[in-house]
């Protein structure tokens, strides 16, 4: 009985100390403060494992040259902003996010192709890194897995060629074409 009263006194100890801690507002959530270690560890083993038992049963298809080049299509216009290209800084809104988006050319290898899928179609709460799987295919999306992986050996004059442009570094809204599902349902 003693032991049962010792843990209904932890516990209620416990949700009171979360209790002031939450409303006392002493975790400071700014975005120019980084995580404590504690928090940062942690996130880091939950986000990690999250992905790694989600994506275990994704079959990765084969890619071609072709995916890689509409992969870098895909990934200027959608991730450089945050994570930077091959001669190309991450933009003031990369630059400003808490944690920091990864420089994919030096830690694409850390996932594999199936885990970069379930990333990229799913995003990753509380990172900035948003789900592109209600507005893109699995197929664009696997073109940028593609170019992904092989981001770390490509040069910014393969990254330009890759994109067919003289002046990559600008964006050219004109030319602009995505081929996002027609099924977004609003409501």
């Known amino acids: 009985m003693n032991f049962l009263k010792t843990t209904i006194v932890l516990v209620v100890i416990v949700v009171a100390v979360f209790t002031v801690f939450v409303y006392l ?16 560890k942690v996130f880091e083993v939950v986000k990690t494992r999250s992905i790694q038992v989600r994506a275990k049963n994704i079959t990765p298809p084969s890619s071609s040259d072709n995916d890689i080049i509409k992969g ?3 990934y200027e216009e959608m991730c450089a902003t945050c994570h930077g290209a091959p001669g190309i800084d991450p933009s003031e809104i990369g630059k400003g996010l808490n944690p920091k988006p990864p420089d994919l050319g030096k830690s694409a290898g850390r996932w594999n192709s199936k885990e970069l899928f379930w990333i990229l179609k799913h995003g990753i709460k509380m990172t900035g890194m948003p789900a592109f799987g209600p507005t893109h295919t699995d197929k664009e999306l696997w073109s940028i897995v593609a170019f992904i992986e092989r981001l770390p050996e490509i040069s910014e004059e393969e990254y330009k060629n890759m994109l067919g442009k003289s002046n990559y570094k600008e964006h050219d809204n004109n030319n602009h074409h995505h081929n996002h599902r027609d099924n977004i349902h609003t409501h």
């Open 72 to 74: 870098a299509h895909h």
């Open 25 to 40: 507002g002493i975790y400071n959530v700014a975005a120019t403060k980084p995580h404590t270690e504690l928090a940062s």
